[in-house]
């Protein structure tokens, strides 16, 4: 297969696996262990996040059509504490669909590796997990640990 069919076919993987993600993020909302997940950071340092180029994603997103895509995940000038609680468990969301979808596409790259099925989409479909879910999810959390420091100041008043 030409190698333009390959990157249609994993994006549109993707994009599937994020629906799948943010269904099964539905269903386990009401679980136990899903405060463990709210709370969960792969990279405390700013400075390794800047590295990583989360900062540069930032940007991009907030000046691309990517920003209206989750209109709730938006800081206004009008923010009180229970907006910013709010706002905080909405990231929470985003980040577990993604990570969920990152790792069902995981699951999809090693299945498609051993079953010997169509080999040439294991990199571009591995590239955009990386993307669409690892990167997302990774800027949600640099988000909630800034946006956390911003509650803990509302505590304080």
Avoid: C
């Avoid at 799948?20 to 997940?37: A, D, P, Q, R, S």
């Amino acid at each position: 297969m030409p190698p333009l069919v390959y990157i249609f076919a994993s994006t549109s993987i993707v994009f599937t696996t994020a629906i799948f993600g943010l269904l099964i993020n539905n269903y386990i909302k009401k679980k136990l262990f899903y405060e463990k997940l709210r709370h969960m950071d792969f990279v405390n340092s700013d400075r390794v996040n800047k590295l990583l180029g989360i900062v540069l994603l930032k940007k991009l997103i907030l000046k691309s059509f990517w920003s209206k895509l989750n209109p709730t995940l938006k800081l206004t000038s009008t923010t009180d504490s229970t907006r910013l609680i709010a706002l905080y468990n909405e990231m929470v969301n985003a980040e577990v669909s993604h990570l969920i979808g990152f790792v069902i596409t995981l699951f999809i790259i090693v299945g498609s590796y051993f079953a010997d099925f169509h080999k040439g989409i294991i990199v571009p479909l591995f590239v955009a997990n990386i993307i669409f879910h690892l990167y997302p999810a990774l800027l949600q959390q640099y988000n909630k640990r800034r946006l956390r420091r911003l509650i803990n100041i509302y505590a304080k008043k």
